[in-house]
């Protein structure tokens, strides 16, 4: 029997982290609660496995931002992050660091629930199997984006010198979907329901937030993108031939 996911929520204030924990253990999880960074790396350096963090972005100290950062640059657990009301610019800068999705203060725990799980379906899901095909063909198992390489199976961005490039699960759906549908112009929405990510609304800026994280590692230089082009009133369009 697979054991229940691992969920920290990250909360300066007492009552909104118990209730968060309260009812994140009510639907099956295990649940560790942290009331900053310090407590939050006691809980990452145990032997149970973190599988997504609820952060709060507004904490004294070390705020939220900060730890953020900490989390994608030294593990791929799902990160959602929340903000006061109003506070465009943190979950704009939240999203450019790598966290998976946002939740804005006061909101709703059955809301919050389902964005917990659709991330942890997109951080945790299995390898699609694929048949084989030429490497550098779009929907086969390696995808060119660029100078980088796409692998579908490992769910891995491989770089020209082999390593592993760092990718939230949001990117790599992305990614993912322009790999299916080369050269053809999609909209907000057709990216969000082919990232199986109909959570967000598809005028809300974080896909553009993404895909400008994306271009950053895919594309020579990202003001003036060749791979994944801006499609002015349109969308974007994933150009396998152009050079990164």
């Given amino acids: 029997m697979t054991a229940p996911q691992h969920i920290a929520v990250v909360d300066d204030e ?24 310090e407590s939050l790396r006691k809980v990452m350096a145990g032997s149970d496995p973190i599988d997504l963090v609820i952060l709060d972005l507004n904490m004294p100290g070390e705020d939220g931002l900060t730890i953020a950062r900490h989390l994608r640059e030294h593990s791929s657990v799902g990160i959602v992050i929340l903000t006061a009301a109003g506070q ?46 030429e490497p550098d063909k779009p929907g086969g198992t390696a995808v060119r984006f660029g100078r980088l390489t796409l692998d579908t199976e490992s769910h891995a961005l491989i770089g020209e010198d082999g390593k592993e490039v760092p990718l939230t699960s949001m990117e790599y759906d992305l990614l993912r979907a322009f790999a299916n549908a080369p050269n053809r112009v999609l909209d907000r929405d057709q990216l969000l329901d082919m990232a199986h990510n109909r ?46």
């Fill in 88 to 133: 465009t610019v943190d979950r704009v800068v939240g999203l450019e660091i790598g966290a998976d999705d946002y939740m804005t203060k006061p909101f709703d725990l059955r809301e919050l629930l389902a964005r917990v799980k659709s991330v942890l379906r997109r951080v945790t899901a299995a390898p699609t199997p694929a048949p084989a095909a």
């Fill in 199 to 244: 959570n967000t609304d598809p005028f809300d800026r974080s896909i553009d937030v993404r895909i400008a994280r994306i271009r950053r590692k895919i594309e020579k230089d990202p003001s003036k993108p060749q791979v994944i082009k801006t499609i002015r009133g349109a969308g974007y369009i994933f150009l396998p031939d152009a050079e990164g």
């Fill in 14 to 37: 007492e009552q909104i982290r118990a209730a968060v924990g309260e009812y994140l253990q009510l639907h099956g999880f295990r649940v560790s609660l942290a009331d900053g960074g």
